[in-house]
T-cell receptor, first 112, second 115 residues
């Protein structure tokens, strides 16, 4: 059974700091990796996706993928209180239209 | 980005009744739609995958006769919870995927409470 593991948190960081969110996955055949943000009572919204080893940057967000270690992370620079949410890691064994396996999410709290 | 809507956003029903939830892709053609369920403080669990015009593929442990999925057009999929019971109370979320990007766009979710 495919598993995606995340620390449930909460991860507390001060405003302006870097938040580092981590995720490990069990299926070595996984090919696509996604980070979603979910506010309480709302549905997830896609932040970033990454397919290749290395870093991918989009604004304040950087996704990092290491397939050999089966590890994917999300860095949030200059964290804002509005970033406070649960961050879900999801993996797929093919492209974006494939089934996603979600982790349980890490709750991030950005404090003033 | 693409917009996916769900209706209703919340529903309360009595035990033993059936509830239908609609998922619509508003500005793109969704060749594939996914239905998820999320219990409090848990992650999203995929229930089924449906392709337009085909029968849905259900995940292990999901009762196909209880959760009826219809994907009759490229913009609409429905999930019917038949003979609902209190343990079916959950947050049901659909997502839609289609050309050209094939990303999964999530609907806002439907909160079902069965009394």
């Amino acid at each position: 059974q495919k598993e995606v593991e995340q620390n449930s948190g909460p991860l507390s960081v001060p405003e302006g700091a870097i938040a580092s969110l981590n995720c490990t996955y069990s299926d070595r055949g996984s090919q696509s990796f996604f980070w979603y943000r979910q506010y309480s009572g709302k549905s997830p919204e896609l932040i970033m996706f990454i397919y290749s080893n290395g870093d991918k940057e989009d604004g304040r967000f950087t996704a990092q993928l290491n397939k050999a270690s089966q590890y994917v992370s999300l860095l949030i620079r200059d964290s804002q209180p509005s970033d406070s949410a649960t961050y879900l890691c999801a993996v797929s064994d093919t492209g974006t239209a494939s089934k996603l396996t979600f982790g349980t999410g890490t709750r991030l709290q950005v404090t003033l | 980005g693409a917009v996916v809507s769900q209706h209703p956003s919340w529903v309360i029903c009595k035990s033993g009744t059936s509830v239908k939830i609609e998922c619509r892709s508003l500005d793109f053609q969704a060749t594939t739609m996914f239905w998820y369920r999320q219990f409090p403080k848990q992650s999203l669990m995929l229930m089924a995958t449906s392709n337009e015009g085909s029968k849905a593929t259900y995940e292990q442990g999901v009762e196909k006769d209880k959760f009826l999925i219809n994907h009759a057009s490229l913009t609409l999929s429905t999930l019917t919870v038949t003979s609902a019971h209190p343990e079916d109370s959950s947050f049901y979320i659909c997502s839609a995927s289609g050309p050209p990007s094939y990303e999964q766009y999530f609907g806002p979710g439907t909160r079902l409470t069965v009394t």
